[in-house]
């Protein structure tokens, strides 16, 4: 339907990862897609950095600068630095818009399944701190199913499997909400240190996080598949302490991941275990959808499949799914009013 104020709206949608952080506005879609990180001058409390140029200086800084990730686990753990970010990403989407500047923005953000009451407020609150006018609030898999258009609002089981940086979230919705769920904080950042540690193990050497995040998504896969793929890991020799490099290859990051693609398999199991056998047959028809960047892991849609037996696909643009769902209900209120979790300011 034709909103001849959409253009005016200066609504954001954000979604506040444990790895990345998204901004969406209705007018000109994902405006930001930064990792969630922040570098502070510890000497003088200042923001030296936000993002990806936070993220270069992880491992590499003098004492006195501190590079944080203010979320754990998909919630706030440094609330100070979590608000300094949402206020940088927020004042920069204002700024793209030259009427903003009037104009405080209503914003709708995800967070994760599991979230107390305590971590909603802390996000409503950092956000209303950072200059929003008003808060929604809705669950992470929720955002991503609309924006991979399944059909929530309908009478049929739809299942999302979403493998973010600090959890991977399993929910089976219907009719608009969440029937059953399981969370396990086994995802990507647990990969990157499921390789630290096999490096350490089999290779006696220490590997930074950054490289073994690079590691697993050049050479990582969860399911074998034709030729081996070689890659140089370079790290500092356990025993001599001197740099060192090795080759490593996809069969080892196979078997570094082994585990964790289980529990992720296993969550995905025990949640079909506990779902109502209607919603289960939809779900066997219809399959599953992966979200997040963990569903980008080479093979996993297909372990999934096999292990827990029904058909696996993964979202188009996993990594997004979840802004662009919180920026379709930027547009539908009524949605929004279905889906966004009650306030945990309400009542003070
Ligand atoms: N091609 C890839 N293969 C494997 N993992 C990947 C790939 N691309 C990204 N990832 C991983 O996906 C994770 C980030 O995904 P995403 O942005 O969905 O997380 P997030 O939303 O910030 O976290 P959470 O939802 O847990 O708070 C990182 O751990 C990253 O290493
Ligand atoms: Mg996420």
């Known amino acids: 339907m034709f909103n001849p104020f959409k253009k005016f709206t200066k609504d ?198 950054i490289q073994a995040e690079q590691i697993k998504i050049k050479v990582g896969s969860a399911l074998e598949k034709g030729e081996q793929i070689e890659f140089p890991m370079k790290g500092r020799d356990v025993v001599s302490g001197l740099p060192r490099e090795i080759m490593i290859t996809d069969g080892h990051i196979r078997e570094a991941l082994e585990r964790s693609v289980q529990t992720i398999v296993d969550y995905v199991k025990m949640t079909l275990e506990v779902t109502p056998p209607e919603l289960t047959a939809d779900i066997h028809e219809r399959g599953v959808l992966l979200t997040g960047g963990g569903a980008l892991l080479k093979g996993l849609d297909r372990v999934i499949a096999k292990m827990a037996e029904i058909p696996v696909r993964i979202a188009d643009d996993p990594l997004t799914a979840v802004v662009r769902g919180a920026g379709i209900l930027l547009e539908d209120s009524v949605l929004l009013k279905e889906v966004s979790l009650p306030s945990a300011r309400d009542g003070k």
Not at 26 to 31: H, N, T
Not at 189 to 201: F, P
Request: proline share 5%; net charge negative.
């Open 12 to 209: 954001i949608a954000i979604d506040l990862g444990t790895a990345n952080t998204l901004v969406y506005t209705l007018d000109k879609g994902i405006i930001i897609d930064e990792p969630s990180v922040v570098a502070i001058n510890t000497k003088t409390e200042q923001i030296l950095a936000v993002g990806q140029e936070a993220k270069q200086m992880l491992g590499k800084t003098p004492p006195y600068i501190q590079v944080t990730r203010p979320l754990t686990k998909g919630v706030i753990s440094d609330y100070e630095v979590a608000e300094k970010m949402l206020k940088y990403f927020i004042d920069k989407a204002r700024e793209q818009d030259r009427f903003s500047g009037f104009f405080r923005p209503r914003v709708v953000i995800a967070v994760p399944l599991d979230v107390t009451e305590v971590e909603i407020k802390a996000v409503e609150d950092a956000t209303l701190a950072a200059g929003a006018k008003e808060v929604c609030i809705i669950h992470e898999p929720m955002a991503g199913a609309i924006g991979s258009r399944l059909p929530i609002q309908e009478p049929v089981g739809n299942m999302i499997v979403d493998i973010g940086g600090g959890n991977t979230e399993i929910a089976v919705i219907s009719l608009s909400g969440v029937v059953t769920w399981k969370s396990t904080p086994v995802a990507g950042d647990e990969m990157n240190r499921n390789i630290i540690q096999y490096a350490r193990e089999v290779f006696n050497i220490f590997v930074g996080e």
